[in-house]
C-alpha cells in the first residue's frame, strides 16, 4: 500500500525556517514525481514545488522562489521541503502528493508562521 507520511511542521516566528520531510513508502520511489502542496483555511489547494524523479527538475511557485527549496534522497525515499524566510502567509497545512496515473497525498502537516 502506499503511504506518504509528512512531518516536520509546527510554529514559528516570521523570519524564520523549517525543514518539512516527507517519507514514502509502498512503491518504487525514484520512479516518481513528487509535489508539495499547501491549504490555508478558505483557501485554494496550491502547488507549492514539484520534484522529477531523479531530482534533477525542479519547480517553484512565484510566491515561495527564493525562500524554499525542494530536494530528494531517493536512498532514503524521502522529499524535503525546507522553508526559508517564512511570512504570515505561508500558514497552512502542507501536504506531500505522488503524481501519476493514480495520485496519493499525505495526511498533512500544520505550519503556522506568528509573532
Known amino acids: 500500500q502506499v503511504q506518504l507520511v509528512e512531518s516536520g511542521g509546527g510554529l514559528v516566528q516570521p523570519g524564520g525556517s523549517l525543514r518539512l520531510s516527507c517519507a514514502a513508502s509502498g512503491f518504487t520511489f525514484s520512479s516518481y514525481y513528487i509535489d508539495w502542496y499547501r491549504q490555508a483555511p478558505g483557501k485554494e489547494r496550491e502547488l507549492v514545488a514539484t520534484?522529477?524523479?531523479?531530482?534533477?527538475?525542479?519547480n517553484y511557485a512565484e510566491s515561495v522562489k527564493g525562500r524554499f527549496t525542494i530536494s530528494r534522497d531517493n536512498a532514503k525515499n524521502t522529499v524535503y521541503l525546507q522553508m526559508n524566510s517564512l511570512k504570515p502567509e505561508d500558514t497552512a497545512v502542507y501536504y506531500c502528493?505522488?503524481?501519476?496515473?493514480?495520485?496519493?497525498w499525505g495526511q498533512g502537516t500544520q505550519v503556522t508562521v506568528s509573532s
Open positions: 502528493k505522488r503524481t501519476g496515473f493514480k495520485d496519493y
Open positions: 520534484i522529477s524523479s531523479s531530482g534533477g527538475f525542479t
